[in-house]
């Protein structure tokens, strides 16, 4: 598995930015694709955005579409999220993940490394 730390959240007033972060670490790689999935309490984790191993590829869910923006630098083998014009909705611990593979994906069960998550709260 590869070890993965997410920072970068915290509180923030609709409408507002924030940059996510996630550096991976551990055994050799390899050729992965990343995600970012979120869960807001009573609720079951979602997706929100993946990113191809090359970074060329991207995938993002309906709800962030045009407001967040995911990349990656495999130099240092981080990916980011940056989230814009956030709304009280946005609010979740978010989740980075890695999975073997190019394509990006939506799907969780196809990410086997997770990181512990960071808060984002947005307030009204």
């Known amino acids: 598995q590869v070890e993965l730390v997410e920072s970068g959240g915290g509180l923030v007033q609709a409408g507002g930015s924030l940059r996510l972060s996630c550096a991976a670490s551990?055994?050799?790689?390899?050729?992965?694709?990343m995600g970012w999935f979120r869960q807001a309490p009573g609720k079951e984790r979602e997706f929100v955005s993946a990113v191809s191993y090359s970074g060329v590829s991207t995938v993002y869910a309906d709800s962030v579409k045009g407001r967040f923006t995911i990349s990656r630098d495999n130099t240092r083998k981080n990916v980011y999220l940056q989230m814009s014009s956030l709304k009280p909705e946005d609010t979740a611990v978010y989740y980075c993940?890695?999975?073997?593979?190019?394509?990006?994906?939506?799907?969780?069960?196809?990410?086997?490394?997770w990181g512990q998550g960071t808060q984002v709260t947005v307030s009204s």
């Open positions: 993940a890695a999975g073997a593979g190019v394509r990006p994906s939506n799907r969780a069960d196809e990410y086997d490394s």
């Open positions: 551990g055994r050799p790689l390899g050729v992965y694709f």
